[in-house]
């Protein structure tokens, strides 16, 4: 049972526009959001995360928006660059529990 | 650079036989993480240990995975014996308790089964 979804398995945008990476979940009691990178043959990164309490945490060019309503989270990545290109996975947890997607692959045209 | 050090990098090995994956965690987190990459699943979590105590294996195949942390600074994940369709990258990562704080993953062991 995927408790966390990533719906689109790849993702193309070109370089110096918006990267739109979405995430929906279906349990209510997860606490934080977290996305990270990877890259071939490296172990994913952590890149930013958001308290359930919040809806938008931003670190430089991302941006983590939270939806509860709907149980969903995106990641923006504005202005997107080349070395953005990776597999972008969104997690959460509950204290007990921290669950993956199936991870969006992110190519930045340049 | 803290890391986490995972040991081998790659794997071949004949089904039926004993595989042992290593994992060193960063010093003095208390939180280790077992993870199986696969197409389908994406990351599935196998196992984790807080404080070296394990708190949640559901998510392995009872009969011949295990997991332990003989000491705060080794973590290991067998398979015994190994299947085909085990083949897969597997991941360590270690952090402090849960929340908010990102967790640090080792660079995997990719393992193949023939």
């Known amino acids: 049972d995927q408790q966390v979804k990533q719906n689109s398995p790849s993702l193309s945008v070109q370089e110096g526009r918006i990267s739109i990476l979405n995430c929906d979940y279906t349990n209510s009691m997860f606490d934080y959001f977290l996305w990270y990178k990877k890259y071939p043959a490296e172990g994913p990164t952590f890149l930013i995360s958001i308290s359930s309490i919040k809806d938008k945490n931003e670190d430089g060019r991302f941006t983590v928006f939270l939806n509860k309503s709907a149980k969903h989270l995106s990641l923006h990545i504005v202005p997107s660059q080349p070395g953005d290109s990776a597999v972008y996975f969104c997690a959460a947890s509950t204290g007990n529990q921290f669950y993956f997607g199936t991870g969006t692959s992110l190519t930045v045209i340049p | 650079d803290a890391r986490v050090t995972q040991t081998p990098r790659h794997k071949v090995t004949e089904m039926g036989q004993e595989v042992t994956m290593r994992c060193q965690p960063i010093l003095g987190h208390n939180t280790v993480f077992w993870y199986r990459q696969t197409m389908m699943q994406g990351l599935e979590l196998l196992a984790y240990f807080r404080n070296r105590a394990p708190l949640d294996d559901s998510g392995m195949p009872k009969d011949r995975f295990s997991a332990e942390m003989p000491d705060a600074t080794l973590a290991t994940l067998k398979i015994q014996p190994s299947e085909p369709r085990d083949s897969a990258v597997y991941f360590c990562?270690?952090?402090?308790?849960?929340?908010?704080?990102?967790?640090?993953f080792g660079s995997g062991t990719r393992l193949t089964v023939v």
């Open positions: 990562a270690s952090g402090l308790n849960f929340g908010s704080y990102g967790y640090t």
